[in-house]
């Protein structure tokens, strides 16, 4: 075996240069000064200079360019334009996001040709075509205005907003006042509770809730009893629960015992079906029996009140023309209020003997 088959093959290590092309040749000129090729004329002051010919070759031909160490700096108006018009762009960008075009084709088809903008480009489908519409919003604004709205504002009169009201009776205002005075001292006494209850721990809250849900499970049909022929509307029971109170389609109404649920009286007086009945939050605890201890409403839009030792009305209440729903008494018991389905509910005094609020209900249909 020969020495250069003994020998190791040389690998050339690649070199990579930093800085200037300019500064690295004149390092290596002055590392190596006999590098280079020599040329006449105008190469060797090229030569002198510390730069070989084939850099200066390179200069005129416009390959190389070295400066003087002249640096060019861009000026203040031109790095805020640019940036301003980054801005703008992203802006634009973020808005083209959060603008909702329509679905429909046809509709995005309408909304461009009111932009005065081709309806359709040339292999455009559905999604693109929404895509150029959202980008021609969010450049014109999304409150371009339609010409449909346009012609509709000119043909639609101008709406005068005056303010509305009527002057109530002065039955209301002595109501209202009585209201207040009753509510108001009970609203704080239940906001004290409350604060109450939320500054208790919270194991006590979470126990009081476990043993309520405990209560709840253990809840079973204690007796059953069949009501009336007719479907049973509504029942509630007394304020002391000694009595439950059934309103039937076949406009009865009924008084049972509880818990044994035997029949107490039947309340005749309807001549249509009822939809419901309620006690006076005093009834069965502190108000005479024979006084107005319940009231029920029909389709026919009579009102009536009870006492607890008659089966026949004590009082109607007129003034209905549609059909009364439900009936609610106030927590004083001295106001009850109605509801019609002439889409409107009234609050009567049963002090005053009169009607004191007459709120007509206005809906809104939303398409």
């Known amino acids: 075996m020969s020495d250069d088959e003994d020998r190791a093959p040389v690998v050339k290590k690649q070199r990579i240069h930093f800085g200037s092309l300019e500064a690295v040749e004149k390092e290596r000129l002055v590392e190596d000064p006999s590098s280079g090729t020599k040329e006449k004329g105008d190469d060797q002051e090229g030569e002198e200079n510390g730069v070989s010919s084939a850099v200066l070759a390179g200069i005129r031909a416009g390959n190389i360019n070295i400066s003087e160490g002249e640096y060019l700096e861009l000026t203040e108006d031109q790095t805020s334009e640019r940036h301003q018009e980054l801005l703008e762009e992203f802006e634009r960008r973020k808005k083209a996001r959060a603008i909702t075009v329509p679905t429909d084709d046809a509709s995005v088809k309408a909304r461009l040709r009111e932009l005065e903008e081709p309806i359709t480009l040339f292999g455009e489908g559905p999604p693109e075509r929404r895509d150029r519409l959202r980008k021609l919003l969010s450049e014109l604004g999304e409150d371009v205005p339609r010409k449909e709205e346009e012609e509709k504002a000119k043909h639609e009169p101008e709406l005068e907003e005056d303010v509305w009201y009527h002057e109530g009776p002065s039955e209301l205002k002595v109501a209202r006042q009585w209201i207040a005075k009753y509510s108001l001292p009970r609203a704080c006494e239940r906001l004290k509770q409350m604060r109450i209850e ?45 009595m439950l109170a059934t309103a039937s389609w076949s406009g009865l109404c009924k008084l049972w015992s509880i818990p044994d649920c035997e029949p107490i009286a039947v309340l005749r007086g309807h001549n249509e079906r009822v939809g419901s009945i309620a006690f006076h939050p005093q009834a069965t605890t502190s108000l005479d029996e024979s006084g107005p201890c319940m009231a029920s409403c029909d389709a026919n839009g009579v009102v009536l009140l009870w006492s607890l030792n008659m089966d026949t009305p004590l009082a109607n209440i007129e003034g209905h023309e549609k059909r009364v729903s439900r009936v609610a008494y106030h927590p004083s018991g001295r106001f009850l209020a109605t509801c019609c389905f002439d889409h409107s509910w009234r609050l009567w005094d049963l002090e005053q003997l009169e009607e004191v609020l007459h709120q007509v209900v206005f809906f809104v249909s939303l398409v």
């Open 198 to 242: 939320q500054a208790r721990p919270d194991p006590e809250k979470a126990a009081k809730t476990q043993e309520l849900h405990r209560r709840l499970r253990g809840l079973n049909n204690f007796c059953s009893q069949i009501g009336d022929d007719r479907p049973l509307s509504f029942c509630q029971f007394s304020p002391d629960s000694s």
